[in-house]
């Protein structure tokens, strides 16, 4: 995969944008580094005078950009999923990229879309749409004030990938988000048959889990389905053997 190829694939995902003029500005920082795919995701209308004087020569961004209801449908078809956030907390992942980290991450991930998940300019992006996403991604601030603007913080990002992004030449294609979250469903249900889950909300947690890593593995549907077949196999053994004993 060349250069280009790498950059023509990575999508700005803005979730619930409040103010037109900022995704303006971020269709002028997407073009500078090559970016091209925008996507909104919610119900806002925008108006477009406010989005357009500040897209300016990157109008076209804002004229190719689509939409969707929810954080969910817009991810999809991509085969990572990026939350770029300063936010940590107990429901939140673990372990966070720098950008140029993601950059590597991104170099080393075989062919398909590559989401990059961005918040309000308020509160930045819920628990759930973290959830929702494989990887986090955070750019280190000032703690005296470590807030950005939405365009700032999408235009250090793709910054960061014009610079570092390297080909990439793998022989594999990697499954969707769609299918990881199939197969990440599979494989909590098969723990639920066994009793695994013991705790509140433990088997959600542990569908999250399951997801992100096999969207962070990058697996084809060959491996995807030798991974489902160890957790339904482990549910069907005991099953059987429960019938034995009978």
Same mark, same amino acid.
């Given at each position: 995969?060349?250069?280009?190829?790498?950059?023509?694939?990575?999508?700005?995902?803005?979730?619930?944008?409040?103010?037109?003029?900022?995704?303006?500005?971020?269709?002028?920082?997407?073009?500078?580094?090559?970016?091209?795919?925008?996507?909104?995701?919610?119900?806002?209308?925008?108006?477009?005078?406010?989005?357009? &004087?500040?897209?300016?020569?990157? @109008?076209?961004?804002? %004229?190719? #950009?689509? /939409?969707? =209801?929810?954080?969910?449908?817009? *991810?999809?078809?991509?085969?990572?999923?990026?939350?770029?956030?300063?936010?940590?907390?107990?429901?939140?992942?673990?372990?966070?990229?720098?950008?140029?980290?993601?950059?590597?991450?991104?170099?080393?991930?075989?062919?398909?879309?590559?989401?990059?998940?961005?918040?309000?300019?308020?509160?930045?992006?819920?628990?759930?749409?973290?959830?929702?996403?494989?990887?986090?991604?955070?750019?280190?601030?000032?703690?005296?004030?470590?807030?950005?603007?939405?365009?700032?913080?999408?235009?250090?990002?793709?910054?960061?990938?014009?610079?570092?992004?390297?080909?990439?030449?793998?022989? &594999?294609?990697?499954?969707?988000? @769609?299918?990881?979250? %199939?197969? #990440?469903? /599979?494989? =909590?249900?098969?723990?639920?048959? *066994?009793?695994?889950?013991?705790?509140?909300?433990?088997?959600?947690?542990?569908?999250?889990?399951?997801?992100?890593?096999?969207?962070?593995?990058?697996?084809?549907?060959?491996?995807?389905?030798?991974?489902?077949?160890?957790?339904?196999?482990?549910?069907?053994?005991?099953?059987?053997?429960?019938?034995?004993?009978?």
């Amino acid at each position: 995969m060349e250069w280009q190829e790498q950059l023509d694939r990575i999508r700005i995902v803005l979730v619930d944008t409040q103010d037109g003029a900022n995704i303006g500005s971020v269709c002028r920082a997407m073009k500078t580094m090559g970016i091209n795919r925008l996507v909104i995701v919610g119900e806002r209308e925008y108006e477009e005078t406010r989005v357009r &004087t500040l897209a300016l020569h990157a @109008r076209d961004i804002w %004229e190719g #950009a689509t /939409r969707w =209801a929810t954080l969910q449908e817009a *991810l999809a078809d991509s085969v990572l999923t990026v939350a770029v956030t300063r936010r940590r907390g107990k429901f939140r992942k673990a372990s966070a990229l720098s950008p140029r980290q993601l950059a590597q991450r991104i170099s080393a991930t075989g062919a398909g879309v590559v989401s990059l998940v961005f918040g309000r300019e308020s509160d930045g992006l819920t628990d759930d749409e973290v959830a929702l996403c494989a990887v986090v991604c955070t750019i280190t601030t000032s703690d005296s004030f470590p807030s950005l603007n939405l365009s700032q913080a999408v235009q250090i990002i793709t910054y960061e990938l014009f610079n570092t992004l390297k080909p990439y030449v793998t022989e &594999t294609i990697p499954v969707n988000q @769609r299918r990881c979250e %199939e197969a #990440a469903q /599979r494989c =909590a249900d098969a723990l639920q048959s *066994l009793e695994y889950f013991k705790l509140d909300q433990e088997g959600v947690w542990t569908y999250r889990f399951i997801k992100d890593v096999l969207v962070r593995a990058a697996l084809t549907e060959g491996e995807v389905q030798r991974f489902e077949k160890i957790f339904t196999k482990m549910g069907r053994i005991r099953a059987h053997k429960e019938v034995g004993d009978v």
